[in-house]
């Protein structure tokens, strides 16, 4: 087992660039989560889908935010355009429901 | 507004003591909590996990105990080890679909 696949690992971009993250979940997880970590407020839900539907997108900072999940094994995350404020650590994880969480080992990010 | 707190960001224990890592949660519809451990540069891992109708799930060296009318939960680690150096984050859900997660607790356990 693979594990949850995140890409790329660190992320270094100008404020106003668009910044694409992307994850691969286990095979077989019917959900999908995406987090941001900050030392504020710790590991904060942006999104999540069931079944590739989003389901609760309430965490999604501001319409800068965007994330799909086209199919079971992809999902991106994007932010147009950055800003310096999106610097942090975005993790995907992904799980059998119910189950916990299985979590890859993120995007750190970047935002000059 | 945190419906998970851990109001403890650093924790310093001597190798072989039981270290205590604590969590308090405001909402009473959580049924189901759970541990995460995370190493520099890595994403967290599943440790344990108790249900709401447990007061107590014991794993190896690793305990999770919860208080419902306290609204509070911990984490046991006995005896603890280097290797148990590590960011913890408790977690909660009401449904097992949408987690909260705390700030996390930085474990050092000095050899």
């Not at chain 1, 694409?20 to 889908?49: A, D, V």
């Not at chain 1, 991106?76 to 429901?97: M, N």
């Not at chain 2, 705390?102 to 474990?107: A, E, K, M, R």
Request: hydrophobic share 35%; glycine share 6%; net charge neutral.
């Amino acid at each position: 087992d693979a594990g949850v696949i995140q890409s790329p690992r660190h992320e270094v971009t100008e404020m106003g660039q668009e910044v694409t993250l992307r994850c691969k979940p286990i095979s077989g997880h019917n959900s999908l989560f995406w987090y941001r970590q900050t030392m504020m407020r710790g590991l904060e839900l942006l999104i999540y889908f069931n079944n590739n539907v989003p389901i609760d997108d309430s965490g999604m900072p501001e319409d800068r935010f965007s994330a799909k999940m086209p199919n079971a094994s992809f999902s991106t995350l994007k932010i147009q355009p950055s800003e310096p404020r999106d610097s942090a650590v975005y993790f995907c994880a992904s799980s059998p429901l119910p189950g916990p969480q299985h979590f890859g080992d993120g995007t750190r990010l970047s935002i000059l | 507004d945190q419906q998970v707190k851990q109001n403890s960001p650093s924790l310093s224990v001597q190798e072989g003591r039981i270290s205590i890592l604590n969590c308090d949660y405001t909402n009473s519809m959580f049924d189901y909590f759970l541990w995460y451990k995370k190493y520099p540069a890595e994403g967290p891992t599943f440790l344990i996990s108790i249900s709401s109708i447990k007061d107590k799930n014991e794993d190896g060296r690793f305990t999770v105990f919860l208080n419902k009318s306290a609204k509070h939960l911990s984490l046991h680690i006995v005896p603890s080890q280097p290797g148990d150096s590590a960011v913890y984050f408790c977690a909660a859900t009401p449904t097992g679909n949408q987690f909260y997660f705390g700030t996390g607790t930085s474990l050092t356990v000095i050899p």
